[in-house]
């Protein structure tokens, strides 16, 4: 969920930047102090929140918007250096063709920036999984599997932690290949169609 997201908004992020709005400063400024304050006082606040507001401390509620205070920025900012070096021109021959804007972004844009994505799908994966403090008083009753792996150190070691470990490692071996399977999927695209843009001239 955290990994789909980060990857969403990051895109609508970075579009969004690339002109300047009322308030992108601010906008700006707030998102990278998400970065800069304290793991712990992050899953604290949103903890209490939730508590006082009466809401539902769940991982899929609280938890899912502290782990986005962390994977977001850095999503961001990648989006934002992708955006900073994209050519234009590429935008305008699309609209010169007769391309609205979701056929310039949806056949030009993201096809372009395929490889930041999948960067920034296995960075906000990586960050996600791996963040326990933002996590830890923002879970609930039901721990998420970082906080069962802790929870398992502080007790005599079973063989179920060094399974988990082993699953983790396959886990993660498969959405990297998978990953790597549509860079090269949407590599051989390109290049098919440069091929056949070629014998139409």
Do not use: C
């Not at 900073?84 to 609205?100: H, I, P």
């Amino acid at each position: 969920m955290v990994m789909v997201t980060t990857v969403v908004v990051s895109v609508m992020g970075g579009l969004a930047f690339r002109k300047k709005f009322a308030g992108s400063g601010i906008l700006f400024y707030l998102i990278i102090t998400a970065l800069v304050i304290p793991s712990i006082l992050v899953s604290l606040g949103v903890g209490l929140l939730f508590s006082q507001s009466g809401l539902n401390v769940h991982w899929s509620t609280s938890g899912f918007g502290a782990q986005l205070t962390w994977t977001l920025p850095f999503g961001l900012l990648i989006m934002f250096a992708v955006f900073n070096r994209f050519d234009k021109s590429f935008e305008e021959a699309a609209r010169d063709l007769g391309a609205t804007p979701w056929q310039t972004i949806r056949y030009v844009v993201l096809p372009i920036i395929a490889p930041s994505l999948i960067g920034v799908a296995l960075f906000g994966f990586t960050l996600s999984y791996d963040e326990f403090a933002r996590t830890l008083l923002t879970a609930g009753s039901y721990n998420t599997l970082p906080l069962e792996i802790y929870g398992m150190t502080t007790n005599v070691t079973s063989p179920v932690l060094y399974a988990l470990g082993t699953l983790t490692t396959l886990f993660s071996l498969l959405i990297i290949g998978v990953f790597l399977a549509l860079a090269l999927l949407s590599n051989r695209r390109k290049a098919r169609a440069g091929s056949d843009a070629g014998k139409a001239v």
